[in-house]
């Protein structure tokens, strides 16, 4: 079983259009969560931390449930700029990150 | 904010040849540095931590002979592939930790072998 599992998509959402991701951990010691932003070649760039009372940026949600080691992004009236892939990144012990596979997100007009 | 520089953003060596790539933390003191591998369509995959005036620690399956990483000063880590084949061509990329919680990437190199 992978460390950080996210559904690779591809989600295919008109603009407009809201779209959740979701990503499981395994480790339950992790400390730390992300979600990451990563356009085609091109390096990830953080999109927003995740806290277990769950944080809002603008369009974006973000959610952490410890008890069940799960972590969700939800995109609120999707943009065409959102298209890109959407890690999950779990941080450990000695600031060692972990990221999952990536979910792809192609927002169409 | 944090800024990691990265160099070259692209390199296409010969088989055989070595590689040198750069990351530099602009602003802001680097004691660890972590370089990162990500082949076509998958995720990134941790190679190496590298730790400023020590050795750097290697996650399971990579080559420490290989992939030599120097972290000479708090400002720049610097990894060699060395003796590159075809199958080393990937995008690589490094992160510094920025302060608490704060990852950031270098803007990576993407190696070809030829």
């Known amino acids: 079983r992978k460390e950080v599992e996210q559904d690779p998509g591809p989600f295919n959402v008109p603009e407009g259009a809201t779209v959740a991701f979701n990503c499981t951990y395994s480790?339950?010691?992790?400390?730390?969560f992300f979600w990451y932003r990563q356009d085609c070649r091109k390096e990830p760039k953080l999109l927003m931390s995740?806290?277990?009372s769950g944080n809002e940026d603008g369009r974006f949600t973000a959610q952490l449930n410890r008890a069940s080691q799960y972590i969700s992004l939800l995109i609120r009236d999707s943009k065409l700029s959102d298209s890109a892939t959407y890690l999950c990144v779990v941080g450990n012990a000695g600031n060692m990150l972990t990221f999952g596979g990536g979910t792809r997100l192609m927002v169409k007009p | 904010g944090a800024v990691v520089s990265q160099h070259p953003s692209r390199v296409i060596c010969k088989s055989g040849t070595s590689v040198k790539i750069e990351c530099r933390s602009l602003d802001f003191q680097a004691t660890t540095m972590f370089w990162y591998r990500q082949f076509p369509k998958q995720s990134l995959m941790l190679m190496a931590t590298s730790n400023e005036g020590s050795k750097a620690t290697y996650e399971q399956g990579v080559e420490k002979d290989k992939f030599l990483i120097n972290h000479a000063s708090l400002t720049l880590s610097t990894l060699t592939v060395t003796s590159a084949h075809p199958e080393d061509s990937s995008f690589y990329i490094c992160s510094a930790s920025s302060g608490p919680y704060g990852y950031t990437f270098g803007s990576g190199t993407r190696l070809t072998v030829v």
């Open positions: 995740v806290y277990s």
């Open positions: 480790n339950s010691a992790s400390q730390s």
